[in-house]
């Protein structure tokens, strides 16, 4: 990283003060904010970008981000629409099964089941649930394979999760 750019230095700063996690949960509430004056999006774009030069994979970042802590909040959790982003720029292509596969590692399927069940009864399966095979949230287990569908990882809130623009991270 250059530590010409005022952003990269910001973030080096408070990297070196707080570490990664707190770094990023800062910037998440930061984000939110109304009272936050200054734009975070370009500090989450060096933190994004850092840890991708630093070769952090999903498996890192979600335990970084203490993503298996969460529970039955995962769907609703601000650092999980974190991590969404960056494995959706780490891996494009692919990034529905790299989810799945990271986060079938921390919840089994009861768990699972009862997100994506109660994604769909609060009404926000296009915006706040995975899509499961391409499918019916409802039969989440229907032959044992389930998917998540980029569009609809893109769609739990990162266009609007920083103050309303979409998040390319890797530029």
């Known amino acids: 990283m250059s530590t010409q750019n005022p952003e990269e230095m910001l973030f080096l700063e408070l990297k070196a003060r707080f570490g990664d996690e707190k770094v990023a949960q800062l910037l998440v509430v930061a984000a939110r904010d109304d009272k936050v004056k200054i734009d975070v999006r370009p500090l989450v774009t060096v933190q994004l970008n850092y840890w991708h030069q630093g070769g952090k994979t999903a498996e890192d970042i979600f335990n970084l981000l203490k993503l298996s802590e969460v529970g039955d ?73 389930r998917r998540m569908t980029t569009g609809t990882m893109a769609s739990f809130g ?14």
């Open 73 to 145: 909040e995962l769907f609703d959790s601000p650092m999980f629409r974190t991590w969404i982003s960056y494995v959706t720029n780490l891996n494009d292509k692919n990034s529905d099964e790299l989810m799945f596969s990271v986060i079938k590692k921390h919840y089994d399927d009861d768990i699972l089941d009862k997100l994506f069940v109660e994604a769909k009864k609060e009404g926000n399966y296009e915006n706040h649930c995975l899509k499961i095979g391409g499918g019916d949230v409802a039969e989440p287990r229907k032959n044992d394979r």
């Open 158 to 171: 990162l266009n609007d999760f920083y103050t309303g623009n979409d998040v390319s991270p890797f530029i």
